[in-house]
């Protein structure tokens, strides 16, 4: 018999999830056939980040989501497909889209968030899916605002640890590779007011004229700190701590590429594909190149006229890519 668990409350606060079934039958089996399912998540937005606790930037953050449809996705493949708790749910890819970003300024009464998710169980065997996808829309104070995507891999802890083990060896053998970061940024210039909440170093130019590219390296021991999930979860690099740092790297790197004011840009695109399971603790490093540059070196633009620049993120440890990510950073002005 499989033990459920709602969504961490940790994170989320006061939240609900429910089931929208399209047959009566689920009402009475309280389980779902292994095909796509709908389902309503809503919440309040927090004032103060779940983490790291208040922000110096203006907006909501992208992060809340995220991780609201990912527990969502766990509690579902269990309670809902009857994934059994002992398959190690992985995520492979994740990504999010502001569509309107005036509802992602935060104001002065606290907002709340709404998720209409649509999830898919994938490679079905036995009426149990190994894995699952999720497409949703973002609605913040009942405004349509954003999307959001994730897929889920469970796999046998055998065979997760299978990959784990020897990668982990691998990043302990490199690890004095790693260069040494030339400083911090301010928190300002990441969106945060403690400087305990900066999870990356200054850029360093990369490239024989040292213009090609940017490279950051991760604060490995404060990203170790962070947890997502409940205290007795694998102890393993939380997903979405890649989207943290790639606001961050983000920021920085727009404000160093294109000129972009920190206090007012904010991510507003997120794609990213994971490659392999990145180990905390150990050094990790990202490196940034623009990505869609024009010809004529002007900065792009958004439909509104608001500059926005592409960006191409890869997040290496140990000599291996851990994750590909694809962003984009908007100045709002």
Not at 219 to 230: I, N, P, Y
Not at 246 to 265: D, N, T, Y
Not at 274 to 286: I, K
Request: aromatic share 6%.
């Amino acid at each position: 018999m499989n033990t459920f668990t709602a969504p961490s409350p940790s994170f989320l606060g006061p939240h609900h999830l429910v089931h929208r079934p399209a047959s009566p039958e689920a009402f009475l089996l309280k389980m779902a056939a292994p095909v796509r399912q709908n389902f309503a998540f809503s919440a309040e937005l927090p004032e103060e980040h779940p983490l790291f606790g208040a922000s110096a930037a203006p907006y909501h953050d992208l992060l809340f989501p995220m991780e609201s449809l990912r527990q969502a996705m766990l509690f579902a493949a269990r309670r809902y497909f009857r994934v059994p708790g002992g398959l190690h749910p992985v995520v492979a890819s994740a990504g999010a889209t502001i569509t309107s970003l005036d509802a992602w300024r935060r104001g002065d009464t606290q907002a709340g968030i709404a998720l209409e998710l649509a999830m898919t169980p994938l490679d079905v065997a036995g009426g149990v899916p190994r894995g699952l996808e999720c497409q949703a829309a973002v609605l913040i104070d009942g405004e349509r605002c954003g999307a959001a995507s994730a897929r889920l891999v469970f796999l046998a802890q055998s065979v997760h640890d299978s990959h784990r083990v020897p990668w982990r060896r691998q990043g302990e053998a490199a690890g004095d590779s790693v260069p040494v970061s030339p400083g911090a940024p301010l928190p300002e210039q990441v969106g945060h007011e403690d400087s305990r909440n900066v999870l990356v170093g200054l850029p360093e130019r990369t490239g024989a004229d040292g213009g090609e590219g940017l490279a950051f390296a991760v604060d490995a021991r404060a990203a170790a700190e962070l947890r997502f999930d409940a205290p007795d979860a694998p102890d393993e690099m939380p997903p979405m701590l890649f989207l943290e740092v790639s606001r961050q790297v983000g920021l920085l790197a727009a404000a160093e590429l294109r000129g972009f004011v920190p206090s007012h840009a904010v991510l507003s695109r997120w794609q990213a594909t994971f490659r392999g399971l990145a180990e905390p603790g150990l050094p990790l490093r990202c490196t940034v190149r623009e990505d869609g540059r024009r010809t004529d070196g002007r900065v792009s633009r958004d439909e509104a006229g608001r500059p926005v620049i592409g960006l191409r993120l890869s997040f290496l440890q140990g000599g291996r890519v851990v994750a590909g990510i694809s962003a984009s950073v908007l100045q709002d002005c």
